[in-house]
């Protein structure tokens, strides 16, 4: 049981789960961030424009059942498309902060590879060390 307790703070410790951690809690704060800015600034202009909030748009499929009291026998059964809507926003403007942020990671890190090669050797030069070998073996 000491083995496995060793090896897993060994796991946890090393550097790239703890990266990870800090990943996860920044784009769960990232998600949060762009929740609002979907429901808050752009939704609202949008349906202001198409003439109801899209939080609470739906569809009815069967409404609810009600008796003679008023009380609800059935609750109505509603696709909440406008929901859907909302959430789809969220997720594509997510996926293209991801996108974009991958893709300048990767132009950085293509500019660090790209480090200028020794030139290569031309025939000349490879000619010129034959000759040189070649004297070296017969003096020596």
């Known amino acids: 049981m000491g083995k496995f307790i ?5 796991f946890a410790l090393k550097g790239n789960v703890m990266d990870m951690a800090v990943g996860i809690i920044i784009g769960g704060a990232f998600g949060k961030i762009i929740t609002s800015l979907v429901n808050d600034i752009i939704m609202p ?5 198409t003439g109801n909030s899209f939080a609470d748009a739906k569809y009815v499929l069967r409404p609810a059942e009600l008796d003679a009291a008023g009380e609800t026998v059935k609750e109505a059964i ?6 859907f809507v909302q959430t789809t926003v969220d997720f594509f403007i997510i996926a293209l902060c991801i996108f974009l942020m991958i893709k300048a990671m990767n132009s950085f890190r293509k500019k660090e590879e790209e480090q200028p090669e020794a030139p290569a050797a031309t025939p000349e030069d490879i000619e010129l060390l034959r000759e040189i070998r070649d004297e070296l073996k017969r003096r020596g």
């Open 78 to 83: 509603e696709l909440n498309w406008g929901n």
């Open 45 to 49: 202009p949008i349906g202001l424009i």
């Open 6 to 10: 060793q090896e897993f703070k060994e």
